[in-house]
C-alpha cells in the first residue's frame, strides 16, 4: 500500500465548473499538506500549504485536511482553461521529505 | 529574489557516461532536497541534506548516485554509469531553516536527462 493515494485521473470538466481533487494517506504522523500545480515539462508550483486539519481558502483554491478520515482534498472554484494541469498532493512529517501523490491530471474544457 | 535554479534544464548521456546536476536554492535556503519524476508519475523523494551535511538519503539508490550540498555553490546529484532507466526529470527543492519544519518547499524547474 502506498503511502499516499491520489487518483491520477484524468479528469475533464468544463470552464466554471467546481474541481474536487482528494487524496488519502496511511501515514497518522503526517503533520504537513500541500497542493502543488504542475505545467506541462515545468517544476512543482505550491499551491496551498496547510498545518494539520482545517480548512485554507485562497482566492478560488479551498483546502481541506481530515486527519481523522487521514483524507485531504482541493476545491478549485470558477474553474478556468488556464487552471488546466496535474495536481500534486504531498504530505510530510516535521523538516523531512516530502511524500507526494501519483498526481491527477485536470484539463478544463472551455 | 531568485527562485531554485538548476542547471542543466536538459542533458543527454550515453550509457556509462557521468551525469552532474548542479542546484541552486532560493537565497536564504539552507535545506535542498532532490526528487526524481519518471513519466506520469508522482515525485520520489531521493535525499535531503543541509549544508555539508547529508540528513535523509533513503531514497537513493545504492550505487551509482551521490548528493552534496558544500559550505560555498550549489548542491550537486551526481549520477555515475548511467543506464536508460535513468532517465527522469530529477527536481531539487529547498526551504530556509525554520523550527519543526513549518516551512515551506519550494521547486526548480528540473533537469531532464536522457540516457541514449
Known amino acids: 500500500q502506498k503511502e499516499v493515494e491520489q487518483d491520477p485521473g484524468p479528469l475533464s470538466v468544463p470552464e466554471g465548473a467546481i474541481v474536487s481533487l482528494n487524496c488519502t494517506y496511511s501515514?497518522?504522523?503526517?503533520?504537513?499538506f500541500m497542493w502543488y500545480r504542475q505545467y506541462s515539462r515545468k517544476g512543482p508550483e505550491l499551491l496551498m500549504y496547510t498545518y494539520s486539519s482545517g480548512n485554507k481558502e485562497d482566492g478560488r483554491f479551498t483546502a481541506q485536511v481530515d486527519k481523522s478520515s487521514k483524507y485531504i482534498s482541493l476545491f478549485i472554484r470558477d474553474s478556468q482553461p488556464s487552471d488546466s494541469a496535474t495536481y500534486l498532493c504531498a504530505m510530510r512529517k516535521g523538516a523531512q521529505k516530502l511524500v507526494f501523490g501519483q498526481g491527477t491530471r485536470l484539463t478544463i474544457n472551455p | 529574489n531568485a527562485g531554485v535554479m538548476q542547471n542543466p534544464r536538459h542533458l543527454v548521456r550515453r550509457r556509462g557516461q557521468e551525469a552532474r546536476l548542479r542546484c541552486s536554492p532560493m537565497?536564504?535556503?539552507?535545506?535542498v532536497y532532490w526528487y526524481r519524476q519518471l513519466p506520469e508519475e508522482g515525485l520520489k523523494f531521493m535525499v535531503y541534506l543541509q549544508k555539508e551535511n547529508i540528513i535523509d538519503e533513503s531514497g537513493m539508490p545504492k550505487e551509482r548516485f551521490s548528493a552534496e550540498f558544500p559550505k560555498e555553490g550549489p548542491s550537486i546529484l551526481r549520477i555515475q554509469q548511467v543506464v536508460r532507466g535513468d532517465s527522469a526529470a530529477y527536481f531539487c527543492?529547498?526551504?530556509?531553516?525554520?523550527?519543526?519544519?513549518?516551512?515551506?518547499?519550494?521547486f526548480g524547474q528540473g533537469t531532464r536527462l536522457t540516457v541514449v
Open positions: 527543492a529547498s526551504s530556509p531553516p525554520g523550527q519543526g519544519g513549518n516551512t515551506e518547499a519550494f
Open positions: 501515514n497518522s504522523a503526517f503533520q504537513y
Open positions: 537565497k536564504g535556503h539552507s535545506h
